[in-house]
Structure formats: C-alpha cells, structure tokens
C-alpha cells in the first residue's frame, strides 16, 4: 500500500518535530480536529490557508497535504488498524490521540521514505505538545505493535466481498454496496481506486488574456510538467508546482483559472455565445460563470445567483481578475420561485445544483464520512424543485442545462425523467454545433453528458440539457 516519498524531504520534516508552529505533523494534527469538531468542510477549512499552514516550507507544505488527505482518505482502514492492536475500541479513544495515531499509521502503512521509527517518535512527540502526555505511552504501543505484528490486522476473507473492499478501500459499506449493485464488483474497484487516487491540477486557460500556448511557456518554467489536456480545447494538466498556485504571476495576472475538466465540460455543454442572456443559478464562487463569460468573448450580458452572498462577493473579485464585466451578481435562494416579470428570460440557464458531491471524493475524501444515504434522495427532490422555479425563465427555444458532481441515478436520470415528466414544453435535443461536437465522446445513450473518474481521469459529473420546444 505504501507510495514513495521523497528521503531529502523525510529529513527536513523530521529536523524538529516538536515545533507545534511549523511541523507540517501539528499543522496536519490541528485540521484533522477542526475536521472532527466543526460542520466545515475540508475544502472550506483549507481554502484561505490556515495560520498553522502558512509558515511551512513548500515541503513540509506537501507532507502537510499528503498527511490530512492521506488520513482522511484512509480512515475506515486506518481505524481498523488501531482497533486491532489498541485495548480499547477506536470510538472510545480521545479524538486527539485517535487522529495522532492514524497520522502515524498513515506514514507506516503507506510513506515508503518515513522511517517507522521516526513516524512512531513524532507521534509520540506530537501526544505531548498536545498536552496528552499521559497517553504518550499508549502511543508507542499501538503503533509499535502495528510494525511488530501486522498480521493481527487482516481484511474479510472473500476478496470479491462488498464487505471486504470497503474496508480494502476505505469507502463507507452502504456506498459501496450500491455501486457494486449497479456496476458490478470489478467496475466498483475501478471506481475506488481512482477515488483514492490524487486529483490532477487541471488549469482553465483565459482566452480573454492570452492563448494557451503562450501560458503553456509561461507556466513550464513554475512546475515539473504542464501539458495541454487533449480532451478539452483550453485547458492543461500541472504537476509539480514549485510555489503555490495563487501565488504565480500568470494566475495574478488572470490568464488562468483552476478548474477540473469535466467542470469545464458542463459550460462547454451550455455553450452560451456572445450576446446572449445567460443565468448561471446557484453560481457558487464563479468558476462556471466566468468560463461562461470567456466563451461568450466577454460580449451580452450573464446574471450569477447564489443564497450566499460571501460566494457572490467572491465571484466579482475572481471576475475582475480575470478581467471580465459582463455579471452581475444578485441573492437569491432558489427555493422559492422567480417572477418572469422581474428577472426576465434568458437564452440560456445553468443550474449547477446542490448534490450529494459523490462524484468528487476524489478531491473532497471527507464527504465519504459525512455523506448519508438518505441524503440523496433529499438532494434530488431539491434539484427538481430548483429545475420547476428555473423552467418559466428560459425563452422560447432557449437552453436549460442542469448539473451535479454526482454519479447517482436518484440525482442522474430520475431528476431529468421528473423535469421532463412535469414540463412536456422541454425536452432533449440531440442537435450539436461544432463548438459543442468536443463534448460528444462524453455522452450517454440518453445524450446526457456524463464523466467518471476511472473511465475519463475526470471528476464524476452529470449534465442534462433541455431545449424549450413549446
């Protein structure tokens, strides 16, 4: 299980590892218990770099990533470890002393270039500065006997088990079980591995500041590799950075935008051009939007709503960096419905709708914990009444695109055939432009848009689009 890690950056790590103010450990230790603690997501917790992250080295900053999202990612088996060699059952140890030692075990179990003995020493160190001296102790012992006696941990018997994947791959029993019922067992491990796997950072070229490959030059000399990504036209694949993203001059400068392609996807399937009215419902922190914007050349006019207002203020800072001044923003939630009289129709809706987020574990690992199965059908219920508000607002012959990062049926086909049922003046046309013909190798037999992760190396999205015919 275990993955290579760098020896020179092992050291450096480990140089001193009882400094509570810049030991990527600690920093890894204090989000995993905000984790715990708060209702945030990870996502959000990381998303205006913590106090405890901005003194590291771009480093310790890697082993700080690879440890929060290692740990997270691997929980179910990293709990399973403790609770094989600890005396007491892993619910019943105290939430610092559980996360301290599923950080150790995630070094033991899958950091080759981590020596055990050191992953055993820091976390013990760790117990300390954490004032949990007194378990410092039993520590030692749980993680010492996981290196002496391995074999007291052991997966279920059955390798083609639901049972014994979920805890192969550390994903939630009840979600593995309904992926192996709908695609099968080989399918569900596919699936699975590539959730585990490391997202990619996917780029967004801005066409409004410059073409792609003058970025492509510009950004090679501020990574190990970035090459274009030959399944969608504008975007690029970048590994390596040597210094953080927002930091770079040519993401300063608003000639990128961080976006994964199957995002990217969805705008290309609404495909607004330029002069149009477009509405981008729940438009969130403006990726989609202002992708929108760019394809529109920055010419008509596109209104981005949200319930959150922090997101929309957001919005119009990342549009101004990019240098576009056609959105307006306005608050809205879209529970409630809209009067045509006062918002007007549009040429083209995007509905980017509240979902279970089951198809971007790879990027969000935390939602395989807090993700319930009753919640998808809640979700779905919401997406259709989101649709039922959004339906008077699209023109006569206009485009209403709806969306989820999720790969579920309830949240998939069951809200299209719903739509579709309760407004027989839409309905799917096939007809594609060439700008649109690039998200051709992406749709279903429906002719719905549809990415996942171990097929396409893409987040797993849906998309479904409507044309008003009457």
């Not at 619910?91 to 003995?117: A, H």
């Not at 992708?291 to 949200?306: K, P, S, T």
């Not at 574990?361 to 649709?387: G, H, M, T």
Request: glycine content about 6%.
């Amino acid at each position: 299980m275990k993955s290579p890690y760098s020896s020179r950056q092992s050291q450096r790590s480990l140089k001193k590892p009882g400094r509570p103010a810049d030991d990527p450990r600690s920093a890894a230790l204090t989000i995993l218990e905000r984790l715990d603690g708060e209702s945030a997501t990870l996502d959000a917790l990381l998303e205006d770099e913590p106090p405890q992250v901005r003194g590291l080295s771009r480093r310790d900053r890697a082993l700080f990533n690879q440890l929060v999202y290692g740990v997270v990612r691997w929980r179910l088996r990293l709990d399973a470890v403790i609770d094989a060699h600890a005396k007491r059952p892993v619910v019943k140890i105290d939430g610092t002393v559980r996360n301290i030692l599923r950080l150790g075990l995630f070094q033991i179990l899958f950091l080759d270039r981590i020596p055990e003995s050191a992953a055993v020493n820091t976390a013990v160190n760790l117990t300390r500065t954490r004032k949990q001296a007194r378990s410092a102790g039993f520590v030692n012992a749980v993680l010492r006997n996981a290196i002496r006696h391995p074999d007291r941990f052991s997966l279920p018997e059955d390798e083609r088990s639901v049972e014994h994947l979920s805890l192969d791959q550390s994903f939630p029993l009840w979600l593995i079980s309904r992926w192996a019922e709908r695609m099968g067992f080989d399918e569900t491990r596919r699936l699975c591995r590539a959730m585990n796997a490391i997202a990619p950072i996917t780029l967004r070229c801005n066409a409004l500041k410059g073409d792609l490959s003058s970025l492509l030059e510009e950004l090679s000399g501020q990574a190990k590799a970035v090459v274009p990504n030959e399944q969608i036209p504008g975007a690029m694949d970048l590994s390596g950075p040597i210094c953080p993203i927002g930091k770079m001059p040519a993401f300063i400068d608003g000639r990128f935008a961080v976006q994964d392609g199957a995002a990217q996807l969805v705008s290309l399937f609404l495909s607004p051009r330029p002069g149009e009215t477009v509405l981008d419902a729940c438009a969130g922190l403006g990726g989609k939007t202002t992708h929108l914007a760019q394809l529109m050349e920055n010419r008509g006019r596109i209104v981005a709503m949200d319930n959150v207002s922090v997101k929309l203020t957001r919005l119009e800072r990342e549009a101004r960096r990019l240098g576009v001044d056609i959105i307006e923003t306005r608050q809205w939630d879209f529970r409630e419905p809209l009067e045509t009289k006062t918002h007007g129709q549009f040429d083209r809706i995007l509905l980017d709708a509240p979902c279970s987020g089951l198809g971007v574990l790879r990027r969000n690992p935390d939602a395989k914990w807090s993700s319930q199965k009753r919640e998808i059908d809640r979700f779905a219920r919401r997406q259709v009444r989101f649709l039922d508000h959004l339906a008077p607002l699209v023109r006569m012959g206009g485009t209403l695109v709806f969306a989820v990062c999720s790969m579920e049926p309830e949240e998939n086909r069951g809200v299209v055939e719903t739509f579709l049922k309760n407004h027989p003046n839409f309905d799917i046309v096939e007809n594609l432009n060439e700008t649109e013909k690039v998200v051709v190798p992406f749709l279903d037999s429906a002719r719905c848009l549809r990415t996942l992760p171990h097929s396409h190396g893409l987040d797993g999205f849906f998309a479904a689009r409507f044309t008003r015919i009457r």
